[in-house]
């Protein structure tokens, strides 16, 4: 296993220098880079009315310029280029980012004027905090109602429950968010849960106790509307699973020999099943982590890492795309080789290193 390990930590260095570059390639490509958008910014403030002498209509005309910088001094927008580091071919730019991502040097926001490492630490715990209990909920609330419905599969109770799951899954998280502003948090109807943020005001000065009741009351409405979609599909998963192995000829073996039910499906069943579902974890955690809880911290007004990905993006601050870019893929990458590991605490006969 430790050989195994060791080969699966050294792949993640190519994979991640592959993801880094067809990014950075995509981004050469796109239109209205940061430069672009300072120059709009400073043409929208009226701040700089210098023109260019002897250009008849006193607007700049150097070939190759980017046309919203047409009546800036030239000179202001070579300064603007050279602050943002384009000034610099985009082979060296990208071969200095990656200098320093090796050094854990992700640089400084264009936009925020912060360290890219410093923005990330401020805004993981509430990713972190929305991630990790819609994960554990959507996985508390969907094994055991999969091997309910597996159990009975047919009956009336996996036929509602299907229909509720069914309900779950056509509704988008966001949407299912705005319902419960709408009902709980002061909408239309009752007002029982704070509409922002993880904290009240003037939390910080109150005991711990009190501070950490504070902080599951504000995470209530916000994990409601993630564990609503996403319990759907794991529990169908489990059922399919469980169902699957409970056909097979070794549970009939079993129930024959005199094991009790409860025998057969958790000391038998269970850990066959439970594979599938195991292997998903880390594409889960990371989905809720990183893209579903996006439109979920806008609607409940936390600023966690999908908004300032997203907010980025808007506005190309790059250091902050590529250094939430590598840090996402890093832990991605880390997150898949812990699946793999859980397949081995879940069933031993499981062997990756001899398979290697």
């Known amino acids: 296993m430790g050989g195994y390990i060791l080969r699966r930590l050294a792949l993640i260095i190519p994979t991640l220098f592959g993801i880094i570059a067809i990014n950075f390639a995509v981004v050469q490509l796109a239109p209205g880079g940061p430069v672009e958008q300072m120059i709009a910014e400073i043409r929208g403030r009226g701040d700089v009315t210098m023109r260019v002498a002897g250009t008849g209509a006193g607007e700049t005309s150097a070939p190759g310029l980017y046309q919203g910088a047409r009546g800036l001094d030239p000179h202001l927008v070579a300064d603007i280029r050279r602050m943002f580091g384009f000034d610099k071919p985009p082979l060296q730019r990208f071969l200095d980012m990656l200098g320093g991502y090796l050094r854990f040097d992700f640089g400084r926001s264009f936009f925020r004027d912060r360290p890219v ?66 009902v709980f948090a002061g909408g239309s109807f009752v007002q029982w849960f704070p509409l922002r943020g993880l904290a009240s005001a003037g939390a910080d000065l109150w005991p711990w106790p009190q501070r950490v009741a504070d902080y599951l009351w504000h995470m209530v409405l916000p994990t409601m509307a993630l564990v609503a979609g996403g319990f759907a599909s794991l529990t169908m998963l489990t059922k399919n699973c469980f169902i699957e192995e409970i056909r097979k000829q ?104 001899r398979r290697g």
């Open 117 to 182: 490492l410093e923005l990330v630490a401020d805004k993981m715990p509430v990713s972190i905090s929305l991630g990790l209990w819609s994960t554990l909920l959507i996985y508390l609330v969907s094994i055991p109602l999969g091997i309910a419905k597996a159990v009975r599969d047919g009956s009336r109770f996996d036929v509602a429950t299907s229909a509720a799951i069914l309900v779950g899954y056509a509704i988008p998280g966001f949407l299912f968010a705005i319902l419960l502003v709408v």
């Open 250 to 353: 070794y549970v009939v073996t079993a129930r024959a020999k005199g094991a009790s039910e409860t025998r057969v499906l958790y000391g038998h069943v269970f850990r066959n099943a439970m594979l599938l579902i195991v292997a998903g974890f880390p594409a889960a955690f990371i989905g809720l982590l990183f893209t579903s809880a996006l439109l979920v911290e806008i609607v409940f007004s936390l600023d966690g890492l999908g908004l300032l990905g997203f907010e980025s993006a808007i506005r190309r601050d790059y250091p902050v795309m590529f250094g939430t870019l590598y840090i996402f893929t890093l832990i991605g990458l880390v997150m898949q080789l812990v699946g793999d590991l859980m397949y081995t605490l879940v069933d031993p006969r499981i062997d990756f290193e």
